[in-house]
């Protein structure tokens, strides 16, 4: 029976499972989209998912400027960012053209993706299989962190709707 054994071990000891979740973590907070195996993704999914629940949680508190904040709610925050900051590293670097960035990962949980989740009540994460790997035949899949309910996606399918125009009549067009 498998009573109290929740989770995949991957091969590796506690340490290293979790350094790797750590590193996972960071990389899709900081990208918002990575590739990875399949299994690593089911698991990474529930460990980014109780991050982003654990900032939106405190509502607007969250995304509030510290100085307009009441002593009750800065000391709410802080403890909030702190058992965030426990498991999630506190910098990451963003490398594009231009140059490199350096973003605070949990300022970025707390002001940007509670702020953008704070309508929705779970299930921030889509996970995309795309295939086997090339090297090992692994199944890989993309995980991201989706938009929130209003955004760019869902607006050109609404406006079609909304139009009365059907798929078939837009493409006859």
Do not use: C
């Not at 690593?40 to 109780?50: D, Q, T």
């Not at 921030?124 to 890989?140: F, L």
């Not at 929130?148 to 406006?159: I, T």
Request: hydrophobic share 35%; aromatic share 6%.
């Amino acid at each position: 029976m498998r009573h109290r054994k929740l989770g995949r071990q991957f091969g590796r000891n506690t340490s290293h499972r979790k350094a790797m979740f750590r590193a996972l973590t960071a990389n899709l907070v900081l990208h918002e989209r990575i590739e990875t195996t399949d299994a690593k993704a089911k698991e990474l999914r529930r460990i980014a998912e109780r991050l982003i629940s654990r900032a939106r949680r405190l509502g607007p508190v969250a995304y509030t400027p510290w100085e307009s904040l009441s002593p009750e709610d800065q000391a709410r925050r802080l403890a909030a960012k702190r058992q965030v900051g426990e498991f999630l590293r506190r910098f990451g670097v963003s490398a594009d053209e231009k140059g490199s960035d350096r973003i605070d990962l949990v300022e970025k949980v707390f002001s940007d993706l509670a702020k953008r989740f704070e309508n929705r009540a779970g299930g921030y994460t889509r996970i995309i299989k795309v295939g086997p790997r090339r090297g090992d035949n692994a199944p890989m899949s993309l995980i991201e962190l989706v938009e929130a309910s209003g955004d760019a996606e869902a607006a050109p399918a609404q406006s079609a709707v909304e139009g009365g125009e059907t798929a078939s009549e837009t493409t006859q067009a």
